[in-house]
């Protein structure tokens, strides 16, 4: 126990541009706020898999002006079992790592992968060319000493071909590469395990032993299916989906799971609660260095 290092919050632009990530870096540092994951595929930074140079040297003068350990969230949209895209992902994601490197990230998150239902013909092979993309991406990253962290989903259509997280922990066993990890993602691993009717607490023990990456922001683990809010606030309303609230406004046993499990060395706990929840970002990072301090014994559930 104790392998927790950091924690804080995700930011990213919400226009493609640096300004708006700014304000953000700006905000958050006077919270004091210790680690922020970059949404960097929320900047128009990489074109083709090519770095814009112009672009970069902006990112990199911007970062330095904050006292913040960083960590990187990759493609959104990453899928290393789609075979038509995945030398596109590879590409970018490469790119995506030398500017790790320039800004001093050292964790890259990568999504575990998918099919859906009429990939067929492309199932047998999906598990293989997944492992062997992030064979290639990770021995790139160890040039810069940068870790894959690979984040488990959970299932958004019917007939999709996705891993549990026990099985994205397999994968990451299988790889075996010091520079891949897995990522634990509590409300996809809740949400998936309430689709499956697999018992969600096994999932996370599962992975945690391989596990040096966390993302943490609450839910009810409830699937969404095919119900649409008219606005986002209305899911929330009604606990479903993916919801990204802050700590406590669902129903995980975040001080059990944390008193109960193991990390890898220099995982950082990385809240993906954003700026609809400004407000309430505060009291999570409060409840966030309580976990980091439950998990590393410094305090007691009695003490809660």
Not at 204 to 221: E, Y
Not at 252 to 277: K, Q, Y
């Amino acid at each position: 126990m104790g392998n927790l290092i950091s924690t804080g919050f995700n930011s990213g632009s919400v226009d493609g541009e640096l300004d708006s990530l700014a304000e953000d870096l700006r905000r958050l540092a006077d919270m004091g706020v210790e680690t922020v994951e970059l949404g960097l595929t929320s900047i128009d930074l990489i074109s083709g898999g090519r770095i814009i140079a112009e672009r970069a040297d902006r990112l990199a003068e911007l970062v330095k002006q904050f006292p913040f350990r960083y960590t990187v969230h990759g493609l959104v949209s990453s899928n290393f079992m789609d075979p038509v895209t995945q030398p596109y992902q590879i590409a970018a994601a490469k790119a995506l790592i030398e500017v790790c490197d320039r800004i001093d990230a050292r964790v890259i998150v990568q999504h575990g992968g998918c099919l859906r239902a009429d990939q067929i013909a492309e199932r047998a092979g999906a598990d293989e060319r997944e492992r062997e993309a992030l064979v290639e991406v990770a021995d790139f990253a160890k040039r810069y000493g940068v870790r894959v962290a690979l984040e488990n989903i959970f299932t958004t259509e019917p007939g999709q071909y996705r891993q549990t997280p026990a099985q994205v922990a397999e994968t990451v066993k299988a790889v075996n590469h010091s520079n891949l990890v897995a990522l634990i993602d509590f409300s996809h691993a809740y949400i998936e395990s309430t689709y499956r009717g697999l018992d969600f607490r096994e999932e996370l023990r599962a992975m945690a032993p391989v596990t040096g990456h966390l993302h943490v922001h609450d839910s009810f683990g409830r699937p969404q299916g095919f119900y649409k809010g008219f606005h986002p606030q209305e899911l929330t309303a009604m606990g479903l989906g993916d919801l990204h609230m802050p700590l406590g406004w669902g129903d995980i046993a975040w001080e059990e799971i944390f008193s109960e499990l193991t990390f890898l060395p220099d995982t950082v706990l990385m809240m993906e609660i954003g700026l609809r929840h400004r407000n309430e970002q505060p009291a999570s990072l409060e409840r966030a260095r309580r976990l980091i301090d439950i998990n590393s014994g410094r305090q007691t559930l009695a003490a809660e």
